[in-house]
């Protein structure tokens, strides 16, 4: 047992790695995605990478099952049972701030009709205190309307249960009494121990709405590597960038809502801290989908709540924008304009180029027409691509746009990195952050062939293409520790604070958090706790989570007037102003435990190019460039542009003016020239 491997599954492929712990070497591959059958396209690529799953000492994967299930609208039938008179609490929801002047603005439809919200009697005030109690029969007619009805899952979300789960904890054993192990029975304390109630609603409510698709989906990948001999336990990524084994992601489902993506985001921040830079803009560029994430300091850019689909959701989340732009993405015609996606011709049929009936151009088309994908070894030669099917897709949108074809090939990928570019700007420009003091990491199968244009775009100087772009995300979730967060709310006003109180109820967090890193079984060498509170000016509504360093002692002189200022620098950041004199006030307590693995770094090392040696002409900015196509293996030294570097998982763009180095940790360094 020597081989650490990770899995992440896209849409259009499976992507997979391989670490080998006894020479360091890294192995990646992939496989077409299995649309009806995912485990069909994870045991496939697997057997690209390894022979016999005995040998696996370490396995960890990406799913979005529960991602899919919720933008799909195919997720469970729920139950949701309120407090009384709390009813309409998920469905009036919050007000459109953000969107308050938009005359198109649709509030998302609630995931649960109002007709399957159940009240019942029993109240806690605001300190947890019982007003009236549980009344256990309504508890029992719900659970006997949930059996009857049919429904997947129950979501139980009662008054003040982030302060006294009391009421919840004694109505989720008189369902899980009526209802069995058949159907699914979500506590909102445990999904999000935190104040506002429609968040805290909301919340519960996704994770019994995706849940039973996320439980069938890891019991059964369970269930097939068990019979295929794998011995260690299935880990998966949660949305917070951490790694749980597949038993705890079964009970809490809603942790592996981005699990696929955030892996490109880990892989980012080993890549950054291989570098040296401590701030990166990951990028990566699927079949489907472009997702952008960032770096700061060295550490992921992380949440302690966000949106999905329009729905607020308290967990730790790594912070992602994802827009409808990948290889896949067809190019249309509307009303006299050209377009490009969200609409994907995903794994099946896939771009025209691909062979499988597919007949709409696509952005990986359009890189064909251009020359910028080697036709005879795309994937490292698992795929031969269809030229003339490409030339006559992208044909027939010049014909709709009365342009030339190599016209609207160009027109395609510049309408695509044009939009993927303002993703980028929607997660740093938007929010006072500078995309020219990063460096871009691209990765994706196709997000090495448009990092240069985008880099144009945003006037950012440097691109990295890290080893294996292709299964980048896969590599990263070998990088990524094992996770557990804790949150627990602590309302005192900053003058009022007991600091003794708030040391003695961070280290009760911190002992919660080692019991939970010991039950993934990560041993006590491996573990080690942080600690942040969330804070407001008092009369302020929302929050900033400001961690606590080494140093900081609540219980030691002087605590309430640095964290105060630490607070106050973090507001200027994020707000752009602060108000040092005014008083603040504490809300909740977080403490995130981490079990460190060993990383899977590995040794570069030139490899003999086998491959044969081409120039071709690659149009770039409407001319043709003699350009070289080169393997990646067998770079060294400088090389400058125009040049294609292909490889086994992606293929590498270097248009005219740009000058590339290989460094020692083998990632592809791209200085751009031209950029805005």
Sequence with gaps: MSFRTAMDIGGTFTDVVRYDERTGGVVASKAPTTPGNLAEGVFSALGRVVDDPAEISFFVHGTTQGLNALLERKGARVLLVTGEGARDVYRIARGNRDRMFDLRYRKPEPLVPRSDVVEVAGRLDWRGEEIVPLDEDAVRAAGRRARDGGFDAVALCLLFSYVNPAHEIRAGEILAEELGEDVLVVLSHEVAREWREYERTSSAVLEAYTGPVVRRYLAGIEERFAERGLTVPVHVMQSSGGLVNASYAMRRPLQTLLSGPVGGTMGGVAAARLLGRPNAICVDMGGTSFDVSLVVDGRPDISAEARVE????????????????????????????L???????????????????????????????????????????????????????????????????LQTAEGVCSVANAKMAQAIRTLTVEHGVEPREFALVAFGGAGAMHAVFIARELGVSEVVIPRFPGAFSAWGMLEADVRRDLSHPYFRAGEKLDGADMAARLADLQAQALDALAGQGVAGGRMRVEHAVDMRYEGQDYTLTIPLEGADEPGAPGFPERIAARYAEAHTRRYGHATPEAPVEFVALRS????????????????PDDGPRTVRDVIFDGEAHPTPVLRRGALEGELTGPAIVVEETATTVIPPGCVASVDDNGFLVIKVGGAK
């Design 339 to 405: 377009r490009v996606g969200p609409e994907s011709a995903g794994a099946v049929p896939g771009p025209a180029c691909y062979g499988r009936g597919g007949v709409q151009p696509t952005v990986t088309d359009a890189n064909v027409v251009l020359g910028r994908v080697d036709p005879a070894w795309f994937a490292g030669g698992l795929m031969t691509l269809d030229v003339e099917a490409a030339h006559r897709a992208v044909a027939g949108l010049a014909d709709e746009l009365h342009l030339e074809t």
């Design 592 to 607: 995130t435990g981490f079990g460190v693995f060993p990383r899977a770094a590995a040794t570069h090392a030139a490899q």
């Design 310 to 337: 329009g729905f607020p959701v308290l967990m730790p989340i790594v912070n992602l924008h994802t827009i409808g732009a990948g290889g896949g993405s067809i190019a249309y015609a509307e009303a006299g304009a």
